[in-house]
């Protein structure tokens, strides 16, 4: 897996291409911070993609809730899909996996019950009921609370994970239940490209830095381009790597300008 970057006169033709440009927003778009309330869209980052959308349909997918997605972005004309691709919103598209529905009630319900357990540790751990998917992010745990949140958190899934109503996944610092279903990023990247009707005559680009992504990359694989954002080389479906969200603006400018 070559550094994009560092190769871009032999790749940068690749790239002249009619796109789709997707990406993933927390450790792609914007670094990741200790509270996910804390990240922040850089103005430049936003002119980018404006500039972008211009030039190439543009769609962020994110494990974030799609109204805090669209908040944070705040760009009109994007596709948005939040929680992983359970919901998408976007020119022609407005969709809700309808068997993520289901499960809205055990998430709330799993989620008090550990804000319950985590009372007196809330400082360090943070929750994120996003009605279809909900996030446990342990980054300012202790080694002890991050063990019992584990325990807590298999013990009290382990009723509706035996029956196939949710799961656990596992990202950076972060815990998540979603619903059991055989959907992801993928999914949800696969189902844009159709609803946009760009299945045949356009290059999916997608860039992305976690496990989830990986969905994405494995999507796009045979008429697309991964682009893995990771300081370390990892084993991944995606194609190139940049190490960080600078490198990545980087990347998006001359774009921007291959794209002109």
């Known amino acids: 897996m070559d550094h994009l970057l560092e190769n871009w006169d032999d790749v940068r033709s690749i790239f002249m291409n009619p796109i789709f440009l997707m990406s993933d927003f927390d450790g792609t778009l914007v670094p990741i911070v200790d509270r996910p309330e804390?990240?922040?869209?850089s103005e430049d980052m936003r002119s980018l993609l404006k500039q972008l959308l211009s030039f190439s349909p543009v769609a962020i997918i994110s494990g974030r809730a799609?109204?805090?997605?669209?908040?944070?972005?705040?760009?009109?004309?994007?596709?948005y899909s939040g929680n992983h691709g359970f919901e998408i919103i976007g020119p022609g598209i407005s969709f809700v996996k309808n068997r993520a529905k289901r499960a809205r009630e055990i998430i709330e319900k799993i989620c008090n019950e550990i804000e319950g357990e985590f009372k007196d540790h809330m400082d360090?751990?943070?929750?994120?009921?996003?009605?279809?998917?909900?996030?446990?992010?342990?980054?300012?745990?202790?080694?002890?609370?991050?063990?019992?949140?584990?325990?807590?958190?298999?013990?009290?899934?382990e009723p509706y994970r035996?029956?196939?109503?949710?799961?656990?996944?596992?990202?950076?610092?972060?815990?998540?239940?979603?619903?059991?279903?055989?959907?992801?990023?993928?999914?949800?990247?696969?189902?844009?490209l159709k609803v946009a009707g760009f299945e045949e005559e356009i290059m999916p680009i997608y860039l992305g830095d976690d496990v989830t992504d990986e969905h994405a990359f494995s999507a796009i694989q045979r008429t697309g381009i991964?682009?893995?954002?990771?300081?370390?080389?990892?084993?991944?479906?995606?194609?190139?790597?940049?190490?960080?969200t600078v490198e990545v603006k980087k990347f998006l400018e001359r774009l921007s300008e291959v794209l002109k």
């Open 66 to 79: 799609i109204d805090d997605l669209k908040d944070k972005v705040d760009i009109e004309g994007v596709y």
């Open 38 to 41: 804390n990240a922040v869209l």
């Open 124 to 157: 360090g751990l943070i929750v994120e009921n996003k009605k279809y998917t909900a996030s446990f992010h342990y980054r300012l745990l202790g080694k002890s609370d991050e063990r019992k949140l584990k325990e807590i958190l298999n013990q009290k899934t």
């Open 162 to 192: 035996k029956k196939n109503i949710i799961e656990i996944n596992h990202g950076k610092k972060i815990l998540e239940i979603v619903p059991s279903i055989k959907w992801n990023k993928g999914k949800a990247v696969s189902l844009l």
């Open 226 to 244: 991964g682009i893995l954002v990771s300081e370390e080389r990892r084993e991944t479906a995606a194609d190139f790597r940049l190490r960080d």
